[in-house]
């Protein structure tokens, strides 16, 4: 079957790799052992006159195998599962003597111990986890045949032949690009190692082509919607691409833990031209900030066609083509968001904030920051390459973060794992582990070159890890699946299987409890509106019977999420006298002239207030983030919702700024209502409004969704939403 390679391989290997699903192979349609005696007509044998697959959206092979909705007009079916096809031949077939087997094949140097030839026998009863294809019915020249794959089978586009026996040799149909034929994970099929036993989990983790992705701070959560588009056209293809683009072997294909890693890598751009180029800088020129996109189709269309990896994303954007990759392949998947996430640079356990002896931070000793919140996936599967009980969800991350096994990757992290402390077990477990366990540790580092250890936080950290819940927009928390409630007999123990197993943590912080102040300082941020001023209250509480004075400082930095200042908008320092057993209010205004220019992707902005108690020495230090409330996109329709009527969909946006919008691009998603669409409007003035009108046909019926976002110069993170529920057409 395979071709004999024409380029010698110095004894290493008898073929060359097999690691393209695009490229081809062409195998003969007639191979003789032998000449044909004279008088012999092969055509008088039986002949394929033509090969039927049953592959519109309404036959039982796309509704049983929960393919209708892919926008594709190929057989597209799970493995592991059986489905129907029909052979039409020149004459009645006749098992007694006529012999036809069907073929797949799939890469460029197909071999059968490699799975990527697999020869399907005819056989009397199918046999579990087997290849086979049984007759089910004959009628004239026709034959209709059940074929099921094993649920081991790669993932992948495969080509399909139908091959006759003869006492001559063997004919093969020609090639027809028609009859090809898409195989997926099945998480139907207990066999398969993705198998989820829930049907509204299956709806939710693989069906569903669109979700939320939770982002803001723990205090102040933040929703927007992701179209996933999953089933759009082309979508699958630009997913097998990506495998091709990192040259993963074909026999490979169809483990999902192998699968997920390589996908991990790809959707990133460093060291492989992945998907995604990231940038964190605030700076977008030659390219889309991070912020406007509303899905995954435009970003995965744009690199399958133009081979160039796509400017730019940051972890959401990572984390929502990931999770487009693993769904549209039939991997069960969600994006998770962790608060208060540690991106610990040596994964010791410990984020380590230095102070100046005033209390101040040293921005030159802190490397480590603590993002305001991290997005990753999880994907479902069975980890046979783990002890048993380690399978279920695995974290993987395709934000460039660290480098595992000379890539940038992360996963996949038994979730199980990371709980219990095993971070021993493959991939990236302590990296993970790192994560959502670490402590945040204010260090002072004093003019004589000591370092003191002021306060240990050991609940800041993963503080909250959220998903989506399951049929709803709502939010669900995850965190328990991550690590045990702080202060747990059993939180401990975990702590020390992973010290065990040989994360770092240089200083002993257990027990380190500074004496107790006679003052105490907390402060609120009051809710903080885009382009509007607000106040910043600090409280002062004395519990003793003496009084104190006190110097305060208030620092506000505009972040980017990733919790990295950019720029100090704010410094205020004030003094407090306290009488004995009493509070004291202190009230800081914010204009928002201060920080209108600073502003960046997120608006998220940090306040650090530290304070001196002058007769005693003591140093209060506290730190909040808070992100602004920010106006919305408002988008409404008009006319009927319904599968091919006309539907004018109208996106509306009113600039509440005292300054004007340049640059404004406007974007409109909706998987099965809308191909995804941008407008741009060069200005918007101080309180006016644009409006954006598009003629739409939806083709998917029930409740679906439109989303849509706003990006300009000077103000960015604007989104939009509305559900729809699209009618079907009445039928005739």
């Known amino acids: 079957m395979s071709e004999t390679p024409t380029t010698t391989f110095g004894g290493r290997r008898a073929v060359p790799p097999n690691n393209s699903n695009a490229e081809e192979n062409n195998p003969p349609t007639v191979e003789l052992q032998g000449l044909v005696p004279r008088g012999v007509n092969l055509q008088d044998y039986l002949n394929v006159t033509g090969v039927y697959l049953f592959k519109e959206k309404w036959d039982t092979n796309k509704v049983d195998h929960h393919t209708d909705k892919y926008n594709s007009n190929n057989l597209i079916v799970r493995r592991g599962q059986s489905f129907y096809i029909q052979i039409d031949f020149n004459r009645a077939y006749d098992p007694r003597k006529d012999l036809f087997r069907v073929e797949y094949v799939i890469g460029r140097y197909p071999q059968e111990n490699k799975g990527t030839y697999i020869p399907v026998p005819i056989v009397s009863e199918l046999r579990s986890g087997k290849w086979g294809a049984k007759v089910i019915m004959r009628q ?42 898409y195989i997926l994970f099945n998480p ?36 927007r919607s992701w179209s996933y588009g999953q089933f759009e056209d082309g979508i699958l293809d630009a997913c097998l691409h990506l495998m091709d683009k990192a040259q993963m072997d074909l026999s490979g294909r169809g483990n999902p833990i192998k699968v997920s890693r390589v996908g991990s ?63 549209c392949l039939g991997i069960p998947a969600r994006v998770v968001t962790n608060y208060f996430s540690a991106h610990d640079n040596n994964a010791n356990l410990q984020m380590d904030i230095f102070l100046e002896e005033d209390g101040n931070v040293n921005s030159k000793l802190t490397k480590d ?35 595992s096994d000379g890539m940038y990757r992360c996963g996949p992290a038994s979730v199980q794992a990371i709980k219990h402390g095993h971070v021993c077990f493959q991939f990236d477990a302590p990296f993970v582990f790192a994560e959502v366990n670490s402590d945040l540790v204010y260090i002072t580092a004093k003019k004589d070159g000591t370092h003191v250890v002021e306060a240990v936080d050991t609940t800041h950290i993963g503080k909250l890890i959220v998903t989506k819940q399951i049929g709803g927009d709502g939010m669900k928390d995850i965190t328990d699946t991550y690590k045990f409630q702080e202060g747990q007999k059993e939180e401990r123990l975990a702590l020390e299987t992973a010290l ?23 402060f609120e941020v009051a809710n903080a509106v885009l382009g509007r001023d607000f106040k910043v209250t600090i409280t002062f509480q004395n519990n003793s019977p003496n009084s104190y004075t006190i110097t305060a400082y208030l620092s506000g930095n505009v972040t980017f999420y990733t919790g990295v200042s950019k720029e100090e908008f704010k410094k205020e320092t004030f003094d407090v006298a306290l009488e004995p057993l009493s509070f004291k209010k202190e009230e800081v205004l914010v204009r928002a002239g201060e920080y209108m220019g600073q502003l960046l992707e997120q608006a998220s902005l940090h306040f650090f207030v530290t304070a001196r108690v002058e007769e005693t020495g003591d140093i209060l230090a506290k730190q909040k983030s808070t992100v602004l409330t920010i106006p919305t996109v408002i988008i409404k329709v008009r006319g009927p ?32 209502v809308v191909k995804p669409l941008r407008k741009m409007f060069r200005e918007i003035q101080p309180n006016s409004t644009v409006q954006w009108e598009e003629v739409s046909r939806p083709w998917v019926p029930g409740p679906r969704k439109l989303i849509a976002s706003m990006t300009s110069d000077s103000l960015r993170h604007v989104y939009g939403e509305l559900n729809l529920q699209i009618q079907r057409r009445p039928s005739v």
Request: aromatic share 12%; with cysteine; glycine share 8%.
């Open 140 to 181: 004239d020249r026709s034959v209709r045949l059940t074929i099921q794959s094993s649920p081991e089978c790669i993932v992948g586009k495969f080509r399909m032949y139908v091959a006759v026996w003869t006492p001559y040799g063997i004919l093969r149909t020609s090639r027809n690009p028609e009859t090809d034929t």
């Open 188 to 223: 139907w099929c207990e066999e398969d190692a993705v198998y989820l036993d829930d049907e509204k989990e299956r709806e939710e983790y693989v069906l569903n082509d669109v979700g939320v992705i939770f982002y803001g701070n723990a205090n102040n959560i933040k929703t």
């Open 265 to 327: 890598a790809m959707v990133n751009s460093k060291d492989d031209d992945g998907v995604i180029v990231g940038s964190w800088d605030n700076i977008y020129e030659y390219g889309v900030p991070p912020s406007a996109w509303t899905g995954s189709i435009d970003i995965l269309l744009e690199y399958h066609s133009s081979k160039n990896p796509v400017r730019y994303g940051q972890c959401w954007v990572f984390a929502g083509v990931f999770n487009t990759f693993l769904r």
């Open 369 to 403: 920051s603590v993002w305001n919140y991290h997005c990753w996936n999880e994907a479902w599967m069975t980890r046979p390459d783990l002890p048993v009980g380690f399978g279920g969800w695995q974290a993987v991350d395709s934000t460039p973060q660290e480098n």
């Open 500 to 522: 065990m197993y040989g994360v770092k943590k240089p200083l002993n912080t257990e027990g380190v409890a500074k004496p107790r102040s006679d003052v105490t300082m907390d």
């Open 641 to 672: 919702q319904m599968v091919g009527s006309d539907m004018v969909v109208t996106v509306e946006f009113t600039n509440p700024l005292k300054e004007p919008l340049k640059n404004v691009w406007m974007r409109l998603d909706g998987p099965g």
